[in-house]
């Protein structure tokens, strides 16, 4: 039985305009099953124990990563590993969806019907769970009333250490730094942690230095610095934000590692496991 | 001249130039190197050392390619490939080894067939 969890308000009321056409949609894949609509936060984790209790086997979140992450969360308090989780995004920010190659919501529906299903572990930053992607960026400095404001420079890069599975320590005058489970890259790949650095290359000062650079180079320079590991330890020498599935936090100090039972999630991807 | 930027595969490691790392650098896939290490990278695929790289330790490999500077052993399983302009200082073990033109190497040659070598200059 599919368990639609559907949250009205996402992405400024798209629901409304899809609405019939989303329930034939569903009815002609032979998916259509309870539809449950949330009234506020707190709502969609409500509705998903009220699921479980009823014995849903495929629960499906319409609406945003705000929907999702209650569903995802209420999952994983019931250590509940057998339900399978998919998305109809509607909201305005669908960073999960995206992850599991859903951009439309008529795809979505294809891709429920077609039920291909990837275990994803839950990842940890410090004592939060998170489960596609944590982003850390420089803090910008406060601007203050005051005649020097115009001398602030924002800040773009900071100094960062790196410990990758106490084997290697990674120095890095880093621009952004993005951590994603590697298997939402790719569902052949195993839960462990990609590191992806926005690093800044120190650049020769002068014109002819630039020039000799551009030249001497043979090969082709990476889009950004990438590791693979199981724990990553981070120090940053100032203070960042830390955006975790989109929430915020600040700190110097972040301990990341796979973490947990894994949930199922219906994805767009290719995968091994099917129905 | 432009450099046209690549996207690694989800299980490549890829340094950068600017990125310096001190200890051993494990991967069980391919390595594309072009940073600053103090410490060995062992690599269950091939490794690419670029030519801004500088590494202090020995490389261990699949197939190994190297452009710049390494100061260290070098094993690798299959093949290794020194490009022009790269600076070895080490032994090198691999069944099969290419030198181009311009490649600096200051250090013996096993190829698995016989007795060392001693190979230096360029």
Same mark, same amino acid.
């Given at each position: 039985?599919?368990?639609? =969890? ?11 305009? =899809? ?82 190659? =859903? /951009? ?21 930053? /410090? ?71 926005? /690093? ?49 936090? =600040? ?25 | ?122």
């Amino acid at each position: 039985m599919y368990y639609y =969890i559907v949250n009205p308000a996402a992405g400024n009321r798209a629901l409304d305009s =899809i609405q019939d056409k989303l329930k034939a949609t569903l009815h002609s894949l032979q998916i259509d099953g309870e539809f449950a609509k949330t009234l506020g936060q707190g709502d969609a984790a409500k509705i998903t124990e009220k699921a479980l209790a009823r014995g849903a086997k495929t629960i499906v979140a319409v609406g945003g990563d705000n929907t999702v992450r209650e569903i995802i969360n209420t999952l994983h308090k019931n250590k509940e590993t057998e339900v399978a989780l998919g998305i109809i995004p509607l909201g305005k920010k669908n960073v999960l969806a995206s992850h599991l190659g =859903i /951009n439309s919501w008529k795809q979505a529906c294809n891709v429920l019907a077609v039920r291909r299903i990837s275990e994803y572990q839950f990842m940890r930053a /410090n004592r939060t769970r998170f489960i596609f992607s944590a982003s850390f960026t420089p803090l910008q400095p406060p601007v203050e009333d005051s005649d020097e404001t115009d001398s602030i420079k924002p800040i773009t890069s900071t100094q960062a250490s790196i410990n990758i599975d106490n084997n290697a320590l990674v120095k890095v005058e880093a621009r952004e730094l993005r951590i994603f489970n590697q298997k939402f890259l790719d569902t052949k790949l195993e839960n462990q942690l990609v590191l992806q650095i926005s /690093n800044s290359i120190p650049k020769t000062s002068n014109l002819l230095g630039r020039v000799w650079d551009m030249f001497r180079s043979t090969n082709n320079a990476p889009a950004y610095s990438q590791l693979i590991a199981k724990k990553i330890e981070i120090n940053f020498e100032q203070p960042v934000n830390l955006a975790l599935d989109g929430k915020q936090k =600040i700190g110097t100090h972040f301990e990341l590692a796979a973490s947990g039972k894994p949930i199922r999630l219906i994805t767009a991807r290719e995968t091994d496991i099917k129905r | 001249m432009r450099n046209k930027s690549f996207e690694p595969h989800p299980d490549q490691t890829v340094i950068a130039q600017g990125i310096k790392i001190k200890g051993t650098l494990e991967a069980e896939s391919d390595v594309w190197f072009d940073g600053l290490v103090e410490g060995d990278i062992n690599s269950s695929g091939n490794i690419t050392i670029a030519n801004n790289a500088v590494v202090m330790g020995n490389l261990k490999g699949l197939n190994i390619m190297i452009s710049g500077k390494v100061k260290g052993n070098i094993n690798g399983g299959n093949k290794v490939l020194l490009q022009s302009g790269c600076q070895i200082e080490g032994n090198i073990k691999s069944s099969s080894l290419g030198v181009a033109e311009g490649a600096e190497l200051n250090g013996m040659v096993n190829t698995d067939t016989g007795v060392p070598a001693k190979a230096s200059g360029q």
